[in-house]
């Protein structure tokens, strides 16, 4: 920027590459690391920040930019939380596709499982699925396979939160509508060689691809 420009000025103009990065972060953001981020002296950082807090303020946004434990967030704001709670506690936000529901089946009874090899079940593409289940947090990573090399996924504490479940142990037998559980496995490893190529090749089959919701 312009050094000959006033404080007041730099700040006017580094709010907006500061409002970006505030918008893609989910943890406070301290005022060094975001002035680190967008090159500029950290008084013009703080300088802006507030500028941005009070216009948030001013205009009666349904946010507020806080600084909390030394980050800087983006927070709803508290006179909102009660439209918030009956909007969640309708399930309008929580609720999944039938392809969302039918993967997480397969995944929460075959886990830790990879990709492709819940794409090998289902005989479709689940990448989109697989990431709406992760920003749901009902699913979460859990290394990588140790033939294959590929991401696999478990169901969180959450799920068991959301399913009203103790452990796993609790889900219901799937005994009397599925194969031989050997036979299902050698053939969940027969799909999954023709997907899982020396490891790295997490891609699912091309059939048909869903939507993610």
Do not use: C
Not at 8 to 15: D, G, K, L, T, V
Not at 72 to 82: G, K, L, N, P, Q
Not at 106 to 126: C, E, H, M, T
Not at 144 to 156: L, N, P, R
């Amino acid at each position: 920027m312009n050094e000959d420009l006033s404080l007041q000025e730099r700040a006017e103009q580094a709010e907006g590459a500061l409002e970006a990065l505030l918008m893609m972060t989910e943890e406070g953001m301290p005022a060094e690391t975001l002035a680190e981020a967008v090159q500029q002296p950290l008084e013009v950082v703080r300088l802006a920040l507030a500028n941005l807090a009070e216009f948030y303020d001013r205009s009666e946004r349904g946010f507020e930019l806080r600084n909390v434990g030394g980050g800087w967030r983006y927070w709803t704001r508290a006179e909102h939380a009660d439209l918030i709670s009956q909007w969640v506690v309708s399930g309008q936000s929580n609720k999944l596709s039938q392809a969302a529901l039918e993967t997480l089946s397969v995944i929460a009874y075959l886990q830790p499982i990879s990709r492709a090899r819940v794409s090998a079940v289902r005989g479709v593409n689940v990448d989109g699925v697989v990431r709406t289940l992760l920003a749901r947090g009902l699913i979460s990573e859990a290394g990588a396979d140790e033939q294959t090399g590929a991401m696999v996924f478990s169901t969180t504490d959450y799920f068991l939160e959301r399913m009203g479940l103790s452990s796993l142990a609790d889900l219901p037998p799937l005994a009397p509508h599925l194969p031989d559980a050997s036979a299902l496995e050698r053939e969940l490893s027969q799909l999954a060689a023709t997907v899982e190529v020396d490891g790295t090749d997490d891609s699912a089959p091309h059939e048909e691809t869903e939507d993610h919701e």
